[in-house]
């Protein structure tokens, strides 16, 4: 499985404090039959806003300390981008806050050329209306980027009726729930709204957002709910719509 949203680099949000901490993350990953998973710490939010130098260097100190004690965890940097008014801008002039797209991915392309798409973890502040989003899809789409919604599920519009959000799937934009909402650890409403979300077919990512050890190791538990709801086409949201994503279609690297 490869798990889009995480939060495991250590002292730089609000995942784990140390690499000891974002080590047994990985532990628990693994345990539970996750092979990939992208590191996307917070970025442009008030208090939370990583850096990609910052962020490239705790990925290459984890990276290290898990080829150093054989853990079989692959860790691919990403972003989870708080959404801001310039953030097509920001984002066409900074792709480090994209998803990265495979080398493999990019054979047969033109020296200097793009992929056709690139990915961005969207979030969305609780304060804001989901009809924020149809702008912003709109200007991201113009610069060939997709943005990806994070966990839908806790949003207070989303939560009153899933119709909210439909005309941004409609139109494009792709949603993610978490394990942890899927599995009622944040309490029935998240599980209920996550529920409609991928009964009503409009979910194309289950991932953890996991800050510690536990929401870690809960993407099997949470892939084996969503197959009691969905069927089959839950195992698509762990391996195959993610693997596209960062270019890796085809193919659910070891």
């Given at each position: 499985m490869i798990d889009l949203h995480t939060h495991i680099l250590p002292g730089l949000d609000d995942g784990p404090p140390d690499l000891a901490?974002?080590?047994?993350?990985?532990?628990?990953?693994?345990?539970?039959?996750?092979?990939?998973?992208?590191?996307?710490?917070?970025?442009?939010?008030?208090?939370?806003?990583?850096?990609?130098e910052?962020?490239?260097?705790?990925?290459?100190?984890?990276?290290?300390?898990?080829?150093?004690?054989?853990?079989?965890?692959?860790?691919?940097?990403?972003?989870?981008?708080?959404?801001?008014?310039?953030?097509?801008?920001?984002?066409?002039a900074q792709p480090e806050y994209l998803y990265p797209v495979a080398a493999a991915s990019l054979a047969g392309l033109g020296p200097g050329s793009r992929p056709a798409h690139r990915y961005v973890l969207l979030e969305l502040g609780e304060d804001m209306p989901v009809t924020c989003l149809d702008t912003m899809l709109f200007r991201l789409q113009r610069v060939r980027i997709t943005p990806i919604l994070a966990h839908p599920e806790r949003h207070?519009?989303?939560?009153?009726?899933?119709?909210?959000?439909?005309g941004f799937v409609r139109n494009g934009g792709k949603l993610q729930v978490t394990a942890a909402g899927l599995l009622g650890a944040a309490g029935w409403r998240e599980r209920r709204v996550c529920e409609k979300l991928l009964r009503g077919g409009l979910v194309t990512l289950?991932?953890?957002?996991?800050?510690?050890?536990?929401?870690?190791?809960?993407?099997?538990?949470?892939?084996?709910?969503?197959?009691?709801?969905?069927g089959p086409a839950a195992q698509a949201l762990v391996t195959e719509a993610p693997a596209a994503i960062l270019g890796l279609a085809g193919s659910c690297p070891p």
């Open positions: 901490g974002a080590t047994a993350m990985a532990r628990a990953a693994v345990a539970s039959g996750v092979r990939v998973v992208v590191a996307t710490p917070h970025a442009f939010g008030a208090v939370l806003n990583v850096a990609p910052d962020r490239d260097e705790e990925l290459a100190a984890l990276r290290a300390e898990l080829a150093r004690l054989g853990v079989p965890l692959r860790i691919v940097p990403g972003f989870e981008c708080r959404l801001v008014g310039d953030l097509p801008a920001v984002l066409g207070p519009d989303i939560s009153r009726s899933v119709a909210a959000i439909e289950l991932a953890t957002d996991a800050h510690g050890v536990e929401e870690a190791g809960r993407l099997g538990e949470a892939l084996a709910r969503a197959t009691k709801l969905i």
